[in-house]
């Protein structure tokens, strides 16, 4: 994810309009303009700038994994051999291009990654597991929690 090389300073109207937006990313212009009290035309203005610096990063669908098929959720954690720049260049790489992993995030703490995966069923769970981990030579070992429920997904940023 690439980030802008300098902040944009958001104010009360930019932080109002981002509030909205992440309730619902197609809400029309005009609807934000009356409730951000702003014209249409200042409003898509400052949408375009929050786009331009990198603050809006993307707008996506938000999809239930289980109505496409998708019936295991699991949060894997992920500890490499090493810590070396190349291990974790090629890691992220590699969780990135792989379309079952939602989120990957690399941490601190003794736990290289943490990973949201989402599968049809455990056998293609166990697939994806020894692709990914089980074969790969840089992963020492991995711990696979598998949700139950999804109580809360995507929620907005608190700001």
Do not use: W
């Not at 702003?38 to 990063?57: F, K, M, T």
């Not at 707008?59 to 070396?84: F, Q, Y």
């Not at 703490?109 to 089980?134: C, K, N, P």
């Amino acid at each position: 994810m690439t980030r802008p090389a300098s902040p944009r300073s958001l104010d009360a109207f930019d932080l109002a309009i981002l509030r909205l937006l992440q309730t619902d990313a197609r809400t029309p212009q005009r609807t934000i303009a009356e409730a951000v009290h702003l014209s249409a035309a200042a409003v898509q203005r400052r949408i375009a700038a929050l786009e331009a610096s990198g603050v809006i990063s993307g707008n996506t669908a938000v999809i239930d994994p289980e109505a496409v098929g998708l019936g295991i959720t699991a949060i894997v954690e992920v500890h490499l051999e090493d810590e070396r720049t190349e291990s974790i260049r090629e890691a992220k790489a590699l969780f990135r291009a792989e379309p079952a992993v939602q989120q990957c995030y690399y941490s601190t703490g003794g736990i290289s990654f943490f990973l949201i995966v989402v599968t049809t069923d455990m056998t293609a769970y166990q697939a994806l597991a020894r692709r990914l981990f089980e074969d790969n030579p840089r992963v020492n070992r991995f711990r696979t929690l598998v949700a139950l429920d999804r109580v809360k997904t995507g929620g907005a940023l608190a700001f």
